[in-house]
């Protein structure tokens, strides 16, 4: 049972990281929240992933413009070398993040450990679609190597899937920061 919860708790972890933040240096707007361009919660289908290109789903369409730019840019270079991204989660409805929040409050039996993994809706850089969670794990490698490149930086040391506008494009990525927490 332990090693089920365990388990569960690292996908829960993968799917809804959610954390806080910075503006971005190159700009953009996100739609403000409530007020999206594409209808839906911004869930993620059963297959575990969405494409960078389907801009009917509003996981992507919601996205920050800027951002967006940046990770199919990020994508078509990585695609030249073998490597495919993967959208595991990208901008989410506050109502959908809420109930990231309360699974994961159930799940971990406590509110403040739950706090560490997923944020409430006003702290989430995916509620603002300012944050991307992307995969395979070696897309992610390719991104914390060659994000930079692109304004992409890995903002959790905790998190190697989630990336958000942390620099100008060929700047440098901050420090990834600990781990999100309240």
Known sequence: MAGKRIA????????????????HPAGGEAPAAGNTRVAGDGGIPKNGFISLDDDAHAAIANLDP???????KAAA????????????????????????LDEAIELYSSEEEARRWVHPPEKSAHV?????????????????QHGAEYGLCQAYANEMWHFELL??????????RGTPGP
């Open 8 to 23: 569960t708790a690292l996908l829960l972890a993968l799917v809804t990281s959610c954390t806080p933040s910075a503006p």
């Open 66 to 72: 800027v951002l967006l730019s940046a990770m199919r």
């Open 77 to 100: 270079d990585a695609t030249l070398q073998g490597v495919e991204f993967r959208v595991t989660s990208g901008w989410r409805s506050a109502q959908y993040q809420q109930r990231l």
């Open 128 to 144: 603002t679609g300012k944050a991307m969670d992307i995969g395979p794990t070696n897309a992610d490698d390719w991104l914390i």
């Open 167 to 176: 620099t100008t494009p060929g700047g440098e990525c901050p420090q990834p």
